[in-house]
């Protein structure tokens, strides 16, 4: 199913729509897991934290804030909006943008603890109501060598990935373990709670067809 086409319409009377208000790929792999019919666009937003901001709340923020960015081209549909940072000793940590800074990060988690923080948000614009919910997920990095990390890096280039990996590729190879209800959240979109906010909008992936329309 093309992420950024419509879908064939159903032979369902509804008319619910769904739109992935990000440009992830990785998002909308995951999304695509759901066949449900989905539209994607891209929000554009400001995601530096606001002085004395907790991951939890930025991630509360910016998950709506890229909802409500959207909102006005959908506004008969649900729109899913998430975002992720990763905490290490208090600090918020977000995507490296360099080589040098990715490394800088993985020589930092190297044999540590890294708590994942990811904001979902599932914004009902038709009605102007929303769910949030903030999916936590912990790694245990492997004590790592300055090679290892930077091979990672070099074969890897996880510039844009909150944590300076990526768990959906050969970053697995950087942990020792696990843990958290879902491992989607961190590739960037918690499925198991997304699938509990449609079902309380009305949209069990396990349901009825539905069409979707512009």
Not at 55 to 77: D, G
Not at 106 to 126: E, I, K, P
Not at 161 to 167: E, Q, T, Y
Request: proline share 7%; with cysteine; aromatic share 6%.
């Amino acid at each position: 199913m093309p992420p950024s086409s419509m879908t064939e319409p159903s032979t369902q009377s509804s008319t619910t729509r769904l739109v992935l208000a990000s440009s992830s790929r990785w998002r909308r792999e995951l999304l695509n897991r759901l066949q449900l019919p989905y539209l994607c666009h891209s929000p554009d937003i400001d995601e530096t934290p606001h002085p004395g901001e907790t991951p939890q709340a930025l991630v509360h923020r910016l998950a709506l804030s890229k909802a409500n960015a959207v909102a006005a081209h959908f506004p008969h549909h649900y729109v899913i909006g998430s975002d992720q940072v990763a905490v290490f000793e208090g600090d918020i940590l977000g995507k490296p943008h360099t080589a040098e800074k990715a490394c800088a990060n993985l020589a930092l988690f190297s044999g540590q603890r890294v708590t994942f923080l990811t904001g979902l948000a599932l914004l009902d614009t038709r009605h102007q109501r929303h769910q949030v919910h903030i999916e936590p997920f912990e790694v245990v990095f492997r004590t790592l060598s300055t090679q290892e990390i930077k091979n990672y890096v070099a074969k890897e280039q996880p510039l844009d990935s909150a944590g300076s990996f990526r768990m959906e590729g050969l970053g697995i190879a950087l942990f020792e373990k696990l843990e958290g209800r879902d491992p989607n959240a961190l590739i960037g979109l918690p499925l198991i709670a997304l699938c509990d906010m449609l079902r309380q909008a009305g949209l069990d992936p396990l349901g009825e067809p539905y069409s979707v329309e512009r």
